[in-house]
């Protein structure tokens, strides 16, 4: 092995405005990585100068986006060595009264920009012969919960993207790897709170207990920084020989 884990690289991180996406681009900075956070919320900027990042406003539903964003950053740092797909949005509806709308929002959002992002990084990943592709999906890439058809489809399909990434790039130095966590302390989960509680009758605390941690063997919710460390595992020089994986932080959800 030629380097170390905190060898310096470029990364580029998507949803970075609050919750995991926000301590990904924290945990980049401090181990010396150039990092580019993108965003579509104009408030990330402030969020990511405040960590030592480069801010790229893109509204990640849109293909030219994705691709301005990567272009973005090869023109500020020379390369792409490190891709973080983290941007996502939940809406929860029956299937019956699904909007269509939000449908296609979404999977463009949560598997096409993916898709797209990691297709507009590779060249420069291949011809350094180096690369990290890190999606974060979800425990709702492995099951399902009623309601979420929209998301649970998007997330199942990160894991196969990431498999055909996995073995695209065994060859070249690219790996790929999926992080599948159950409920993270962040505003996607705040708001989840919230409409649950009104939608059941029940008060922030039995939500979290009796719905959200329902299936969980450690009872609590888990912290952004947690998933921030093992995407920083992944994007590592000392993580070569893992790829094509999902990685659970799901508080023993799946183990049942
Ligand atoms: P969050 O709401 O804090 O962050 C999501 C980020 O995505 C925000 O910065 C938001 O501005 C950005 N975003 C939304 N739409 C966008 C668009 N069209 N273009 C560009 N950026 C956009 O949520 P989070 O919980 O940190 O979620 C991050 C990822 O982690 C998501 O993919 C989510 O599905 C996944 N995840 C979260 C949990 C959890 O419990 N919080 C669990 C499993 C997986």
Known sequence: MTANASTPRVALVTGTSSGIGEAVVRHF??????????DFNPAGKEVAERAGAAFFQADLTDGEACKAAVADAVKRFGRVDILVNNAGVQH??????????????????????PFLL???????MRENGWGRIVNIASVHAQVASPGKSAYIS?????????????????????TANAICPAYVKTPLVDNQIADQAKMHGMQE???????????????????????????????????GAVTGASWNIDLGWTAQ
């Open 92 to 113: 929860v509806s029956p299937i019956e009264e699904f909007p269509e709308t939000k449908w296609r929002q979404i999977i463009d959002l949560m598997l096409t920009a």
């Open 154 to 174: 998007a997330k199942h399909g990160m894991i196969g993207l990431t498999k055909t990434a996995a073995l695209e790039g065994g060859s070249q130095g690219i």
């Open 205 to 239: 605390q039995e939500v979290i207990e009796q719905i959200m941690l329902k299936n969980a063997a450690v009872k609590r919710l888990i912290e952004p920084a947690e998933v921030a460390e093992l995407v920083g595992y992944l994007a590592s020089d000392l993580a």
């Open 29 to 38: 900075c401090e181990q010396g990585h150039q990092v580019l956070a993108v």
């Open 118 to 124: 990691t297709q507009a990084a590779w060249p420069s």
